[in-house]
């Protein structure tokens, strides 16, 4: 069966469609958070829940934030002290591993629930977060993240990805978070990903979230019945 990824910055309403699509389709539909933060995840290998578990014992934060920007990136590579930059590798081998046991992990179960005959809807996707920062080549990019982009190649692309668009300032408006010149800046790395997945389509994420749900909706049950999706 079909595997739709919602995907889009946040506050673009990708959670809140993915939930209302198991109640507008015709068909059987499981949800798959397919993204990077441990707190927004429905599946996660016990590894990852107990590093989670650890964290929080500890005091960190929230896991909800997705891939880190590109100033976050560059910061890590500022000169430091050798003990520091062989801690630094083996903290980056440490997470490369269990990032990528992770994404294979909720590959093999949307393959189970493709199995059962469920329509598979991915709440964010692996390849999508990480493909301005690791797998495109556009930036300049550490060990870990060219051999990160290397294995995202290798993960299945859904059938179909449904960006939800909207203005920088209403996402900022909705979330609060960022600035409107870097969320307009992740548009147009979403926009990046339609020549590299099977069905790209796009959606205007300020109308009526029930617009919004109809819409995407009515594309999915077109990709599932052989016909191309009806938006743009």
Do not use: C
């Not at 209302?20 to 389709?25: F, G, H, I, S, V």
């Not at 493909?131 to 995202?152: K, M, N």
């Not at 979330?175 to 147009?188: F, V």
């Amino acid at each position: 069966m079909t595997t739709v990824a919602l995907i889009g910055p946040d506050g673009s309403g990708k959670t809140t469609v993915a939930r209302a699509l198991a109640t507008a389709l015709p068909r059987p539909v499981r949800y798959l958070y397919m993204g990077v933060s441990a707190d927004s995840s429905n599946v996660m290998l016990p590894t990852t829940r107990l590093a989670r578990r650890v964290k929080r014992a500890f005091g960190g934060p929230p896991d909800t934030a997705g891939p880190p920007s590109h100033d976050a990136i560059a910061e890590r590579r500022r000169p430091t002290s050798l003990p520091r930059r062989a801690l630094r590798s083996v903290r980056a081998a440490l997470r490369l591993g269990n990032r990528f046991a992770e994404e294979w992990y909720r590959q093999l179960v949307a393959w189970r629930w493709q199995r059962d005959g469920a329509i598979v809807i991915y709440d964010r996707h692996f390849f999508v977060d990480y493909h301005a920062y690791d797998v495109s080549g556009e930036h300049a990019r550490s060990l870990e993240q060219r051999i990160h982009g290397r294995l995202l190649r290798l993960l299945p692309k859904p059938d179909l990805v449904v960006y939800l668009d909207a203005p920088g300032e209403v996402l900022l408006a909705r979330k609060g978070e960022g600035t409107a010149e870097a969320l307009e800046q992740r548009r147009l790395e979403y926009r990046a990903i339609a020549p590299t997945v099977p069905r790209f389509v796009e959606v205007d994420a300020t109308q009526p979230i029930e617009v919004v749900v109809r819409a995407v909706a009515d594309d999915i049950i077109a990709v599932v019945d052989g016909h191309a999706p009806r938006s743009r």
